[in-house]
């Protein structure tokens, strides 16, 4: 095998990112070889395996796993469409067809030949190793090899869906017939900014300069705009006096949990034996959530001004962000950001002659939602599969990167440490309500006629002024019927209901958007990612959709979520077919509620409440669908397929009832 | 527990059902129920490996003291301290006990995690068990019994995955099979330092696998199929030989080396199945090498000596043993030599250093000294089980087959007429087959042909190491006891009753009956064994010799 040493060098630079553990630099090892070589053989495996002193087995475990990685070549332009929900709504599935057919890639064949992988391959089976087809979505690439086409999962953009990527180019808006110009174009929206001024009822902080006329994510334009000036002020402080303002700030961390950051930090016990690493999170990756992308792309020093405070804060000496896999002109943008940064001497060794040193890397991920999860990170970071950990004993702050203490930040939470450092933690708890403090970066996509971002102070807008007033409304002669209000993870909420909160009864329209009233009404703010479905839509085809992604995105580690998190997928898949049976629905639920709080990490709820709350809050459209007789015991014969063919299933019947047999009790 | 030691240790006092118990500090809290008498199912975890925590089979309920505002705990009417119970279930496998931790084993919600892990693990699994090597001895069958439910509503089609894999030379992996515990990687990456088994792809399609280039050939592959709670890892030797519930299992000690690991074979109607290691953690752990757990196909070997020969001719026992006695007492103690074998028993070691006492032999003996290289794991460097047991009793020097530069000198020389030999292939000394054929005589006592039986004038069928009892001393100084599995074939006897007769029809009557009495006079005379008798050995063995004075060069478990 021979490696150019244009290739070779940047690997070996590649490594030197990564100076507690080689391990470290498997996945960006693996980009680079794919980079260049297309795809990635059981060779290069080896080969890399052999550079950083692993064993062979612990690089294949990462090419299998990270859906960004292919052992087989792709067309000389590849595409990949976003499936997830948003873009579903918009069209994405049609915009596939779209593009295979531009692209002259025979999309049935590459089915079929996927579903033949599913069962097994044999020349694979009586080899020694074995790897099927499994997690990924097939890769169909054209007769000519000139173009490949893959579906992948949320590529977080989803209110400017349907979205996809050629090649590394990101590209938005894309109409569902737009095949042609897809794949011919060779251009990217990645910097593109919104035309529309920002809403009156905003109130932009964090989103200050995105789309802001004039605006570059150069260094210089962030300096002329009184950029770092807040570092400087910050390093002038004592770092506990920071954390103390961050504590004072009231700030919840904006990655979905919520998690309030000072007391975070404060886990971290400075001055011991370990260093304390500190994790930018950029693996924006919860469906309907959309903010940190724009972040990266626009404004990327906002982001390395408030990961050097926040890490002098802790005092972490290395940090790293990790980016998303699908957001590779972002990695670029940070790099040069921090290059910029570096020369500046904000970074690197002795920043501002205080005698603090900083290294910050940027560190891509490389398709996989479980990344975001913060174990799960930690472990990708360190070269592993995405498997987060058990905590306890696993806590971050205690044991995290490389069994070290570490604060693991999202993007927009490191980004508000630089507001509250300018206006002072009590600043910036005006803003906002109480335990609810700051802005709120809304996402809102689907069904409204304006969707996009929309930076609030927290609980100032409801979700009906959200809706109808900032997004526009509805479209034209469509009714409001549903709402996920923090990332297709959480539980939707149904137009016409009413919540009781505290000693008062809202609508859904009347819910004010802050951290504390949406998990009183029975959801939660997650990620701000709301997205927004008119009366058009079936439910059981929305739930299906996300059923598939969160199937797709389990890590498979443990039990719960690894099977059932593809059973519901196949249920709703089944039940959408025809084949649906009259205890679907419960067991559905049923299957949710033995995911939900018996896994590892927050990903079973993530994946058990959108079907608790589908199932419970539109129940009479899963019934609609699920009309045959088929409880069980059901006659053995009966295949999922034939549930499907047959218009109605016989099965055994209470002789004194005449109903259907309750399932066999259990002993 | 007594006091004393309660005192070195410090104890936590844990609520378990309802009643409050002590362990000491560090005690996991799944081994903490079941101590208690609760057990709590799991098959990720394994009390030898790291807790990875995912098969959430072991989660239970949880609870730690209620405390005041002042976070002093709360306590409730019986003296005890009150729980806050934690709302979520939590996996026991990972936590250490702490102090008025309360733990409900069995409650309605643990009841409902076990129930609900039960259906997802098998709603993909083939549920093949009429065909499976594990059936019998499977976990998911023995939860499914004792967790699971009857009835399964699952209506789709299952997840494919690879069949019928050769991970290695000796494990099978049946993917479809697999729980995916990861119990078999991680005994791989911690235990056997050989990192070659992972899971590749995703999600539910995750499955166990090598890279080509580093398959699954360590000599421990075959512990990750003993490790296996399912039927996903399979020993390639023995799978669809014999149902499990077949197999007699009798508890005996490794033959393959000084480690003298703990095993247990399993047989039926005299012929040797599998061999599987048996927890003892002052030896083996639960370990067992894949080379000393395969070596058994030469017991049932077609070839066994199963008849007492002279001069060629078959003879009955009491013949072959006089004419033997008559071959020895012919002859002068100077012309005479015996080659025992560090693989013999200390019973049949003792009852050999009798008939050297009775032919004055004293210098004229010694055990064939076998080598190889140590593992650093279990596979000692002297691959006699028995060297410390032929060194306590006088056998050998310390430096075994130091005197065979002696007998090959004199068997050339003339002077040694007759050579005794217990199990050894006396070419292994030295001497070479022309020399054999100078010899007078030779009595070979041995359970295979060889070139020294093949010149024996009388030729004693004795019995292979799983068809006997007996004891041995291993290179730790670990006195352990060897259990019959099988009957020895034909006319063959056990080497002790050999060994007996031989010494009676020399020496006259010793009023040895039992092995129980070889023990016996043997602790009469050792001071190692004094007090002791086979049955007090048990079954996990007793120090005797003081591990420092166990030669260092050979003890590497």
């Known amino acids: 095998m021979i490696i150019p040493d244009p290739l070779l060098a940047k690997i070996d630079e590649a490594i030197t990112h990564y100076p507690v553990s080689k391990r470290s630099a498997s996945l960006p090892l693996l980009h680079l070889w794919q ?40 067309g000389k332009r590849h595409i990949r469409i976003c499936r997830t929900l948003s873009c579903a709504m918009a069209g994405s599935y049609r915009l596939k067809e779209a593009v295979a057919k531009a692209a002259g890639i025979d999309l049935e064949k590459w089915r079929r030949g996927d579903s033949e992988a599913e069962h097994g391959d044999q020349e694979h089976d009586a080899a020694h190793h074995v790897h099927n087809a499994g997690h990924g979505n097939p890769i169909a690439v054209s007769e000519d090899g000139n173009f490949s086409v893959e579906f992948v999962e949320c590529l977080a953009s989803c209110g400017s869906a349907p979205v996809a990527m050629v090649d590394d180019l990101f590209r938005e808006h894309v109409g569902p017939d737009e095949g042609e110009i897809l794949i011919r174009q060779q251009i990217s929206d990645a910097t593109r900014k919104k035309v529309l001024p920002p809403h009156p009822r905003e109130k932009r902080l964090v989103f200050k300069n995105i789309d802001r006329a004039g605006w570059t994510n150069d260094i210089e334009c962030y300096l002329n705009d009184g950029g770092y000036e807040d570092l400087k002020k910050a390093f002038k402080m004592k770092p506990e006096e920071i954390v103390d303002e961050v504590k004072r700030s009231g700030l919840r961390g904006r990655g979905g949990a919520g998690f309030p950051c000072g007391v975070k930090w404060g886990f971290i016990k400075r001055g011991g034996p370990k260093p304390i690493y500190l994790i930018c999170n950029a693996d924006e990756s919860e469906p309907g959530t959309f903010k940190d992308r724009y972040i990266i792309h626009q404004d990327p020093h906002q982001l390395i001004e408030g990961m050097i405070i926040s890490c002098f804060a802790v005092d972490a000496h290395l940090a790293y962000i990790y980016i998303r896999g699908e957001f590779p002109e972002g990695a670029q943008i940070l790099e040069k950001a921090l290059a910029e940064a570096q020369a ?52 971050p702050a205690v044991l995290g990167l490389y069994q070290c203490p570490t604060i693991v930040n999202n993007v927009e939470t490191l980004c508000d440490v630089k507001h509250i450092i300018s206006m002072g933690g009590t600043g910036f708890a005006k803003l906002g309500k109480p335990n609810n403090t700051g802005t709120r970066i809304l996402c809102v996509s689907g069904d409204v006629v304006r969707p996009g971002y929309f930076e609030v102070e927290v609980g100032s807008v409801t979700m009906g002024e959200l809706i109808y007033d900032l997004c526009g409304g509805l479209k034209e002669g469509r009714k409001l019927k549903a709402v996920i209000p923090g990332g297709s993870s959480a539980k939707v909420l149904k137009a016409g209901e009413k919540y009781k909160i505290k000693d008062k009864e809202l609508t859904l329209e009347e819910i004010p958007m802050d951290f504390d009233t949406l998990a009183a009404a029975g959801s939660m703010a997650g990620s701000g990612g709301v997205i927004v479905m008119d009366d058009s839509r079936d439910m059981v085809e929305m739930l299906n959709n996300i059923n598939e992604f969160y199937a797709h995105e389990s890590c498979g580690q ?53 079907t608790q709350s589908f199932v419970l809050k539109f129940r009479e ?8 007789l088929a409880p069980p015991p059901m006659p053995p014969e009966y295949t999922s397929e034939e549930l499907i063919e047959h218009p109605t299933i016989e099965t055994l019947r209470d002789v004194r009832t005449g109903s259907p047999l309750a399932p066999a009790a259990t002993k | 527990m007594s006091t004393e030691a309660a005192a070195a240790v410090q104890m936590v006092n844990v609520q378990i059902d309802g009643v409050w118990h002590q362990f000491p500090k560090g005690t996991r809290v799944i081994e903490a129920c079941s101590q208690a008498g609760k057990f709590v199912p799991r098959y990720c975890y394994h009390a030898k490996l790291s807790s990875p925590g995912n098969c959430r089979m072991c989660l ?34 990972a936590q250490d006990v702490s102090e008025g931790l309360g733990v409900r084993t069995d409650s309605p919600m ?50 494919k995955k690879p069949k019928n894999v050769e991970l290695g030379p000796r494990v099978t992996l049946d993917a479809e099979r697999c729980i995916l515990c990861t119990r078999c990687i991680r005994f791989m990456q ?37 490790i296996c709670p399912v039927g996903a890892l399979t020993s390639t030797d023995f799978r669809f030989k014999m149902r499990v519930w077949f197999l007699k299992e009798t508890k005996t000690i490794d033959v393959n080396c000084g480690t003298g690991s703990n095993i247990t074979v399993g047989a039926r109607e005299g012929v040797i199945y599998r061999i599987t290691p048996r927890e003892n953690n002052d030896v083996n752990g639960v370990w067992l090498p894949d080379s000393h757990r395969l070596n058994f196909r030469y017991v049932n070997d077609p070839r066994r000596l199963k008849q007492s020969t002279v001069k060629g001719q078959s003879v009955d026992w009491r013949t072959a043993i006089a004419i033997a006695a008559e071959i020895l007492k012919s002859k002068s103690s100077e012309q005479l030599w015996l080659v025992a074998s560090g693989r013999q028993t200390n019973e049949e070691l003792f009852l050999t250093t009798r008939l050297i006492e009775a032919l004055d032999m004293q210098k004229q003996h010694d055990i064939v000294p076998r080598t190889g290289q140590a593992d650093g794991l279990l596979v000692a460097a002297d691959r006699n089980p028995n060297t410390s047991g032929a060194r306590l009793l006088g056998l050998c020097t310390t430096k075994p087959g130091s005197r065979f530069k002696k007998l090959v000198d004199g068997v050339r020389s003339g002077t040694i007429k007759v050579i005794v030999t217990l199990g ?32 024996a004038t009388v030729l004693l069928p004795a019995s292979a190491w799983c068809e006997k009892r007996g004891s041995m001393i291993n290179l730790k100084g670990r006195l352990q006891r060897l259990n019959r599995a099988v009957n020895p074939p034909g006319e063959a006897r056990d080497d002790w009753e050999i060994l007996r007769d031989l010494v009676q029809a020399v020496a006259g009557s010793n009023g040895l009956y039992m092995i129980e009495d070889v023990f016996k006079a043997m602790a009469a005379e050792v001071p190692e064994f004094a007090g002791l008798s086979l049955s007090r050995i048990g079954d996990l063995g007793i120090q005797v010799i003081k591990e420092k004075a166990a030669p260092s060069e050979e003890a590497t478990a």
């Open chain 2, 424 to 455: 050894e292939d006396l070419t292994r000394t030295g001497l070479t087959e022309a020399d054999l054929a100078r010899l007078e005589a030779i009595i070979a006592l041995d359970i295979l042909p060889n070139q020294t039986t093949a010149h």
């Open chain 1, 35 to 74: 980079e260049h070589f297309g795809y990635i053989e059981d060779e290069a495996v080896a080969w890399i395996a052999q550079k950083l002193e692993l064993s062979p087995i612990n690089v294949l475990e990462l090419v299998t796993f990270y859906p960004m990685f292919r052992r087989q070549p792709a």
């Open chain 1, 344 to 395: 500046k001497g904000f970074l690197g060794r002795n920043v501002f002659g205080s005698g603090f040193d900083l290294e910050i890397y940027v560190h891509r991920g490389a398709g996989a939602y479980i990344c975001g999860e913060e174990t799960g990170l930690i472990e990708s970071l360190e070269g592993k599969r995405a498997y987060p950990r058990i905590k306890p004993p696993y806590f």
């Open chain 2, 190 to 226: 911690e235990v056997a330092r050989d990192d070659v088994l992972g899971i590749v792809d995703r999600g539910s399609f995750n499955t166990i696998a090598c890279h080509p280039d580093r398959i699954l050939d360590s000599n421990y592959s075959l512990n990750t199929v003993d």
């Open chain 2, 110 to 159: 643990v009841q409902e995690c076990r129930k609900g892990v039960m259906e997802f693990l098998l709603i993909n699994h083939p549920l093949d068990c009429p065909i499976c090597d594990q059936a019998g001895e499977c976990r998911l069958q023995e939860f499914s019994v004792e967790y699971g439910q009857a009835a399964s509503r699952f209506l789709e089609a299952k997840v």
């Open chain 1, 558 to 610: 443990c039990t719960p979520c690894r099977e059932g998190a593809l059973w519901m997928k196949k249920i709703t898949d089944r039940v959408l077919a025809g084949g649906g049976t009259e205890q679907d629905p419960e067991v559905l639920k049923n299957v949710a509620d033995n995911i939900a709080g018996k896994t590892i990490c927050a990903f079973g709820e993530a994946c058990a409440w959108p």
């Open chain 2, 60 to 93: 239970i309920e949880m609870g730690t003291p209620k405390l005041t505002p002042d976070r002093k705990p709360v306590v409730g009417a019986d003296g005890k301290p009150e729980i806050a119970w934690i709302p979520r279930p939590q996996i026991s496998c």
């Open chain 1, 621 to 628: 459209e899963f019934v609609a669908k699920a009309k045959k």
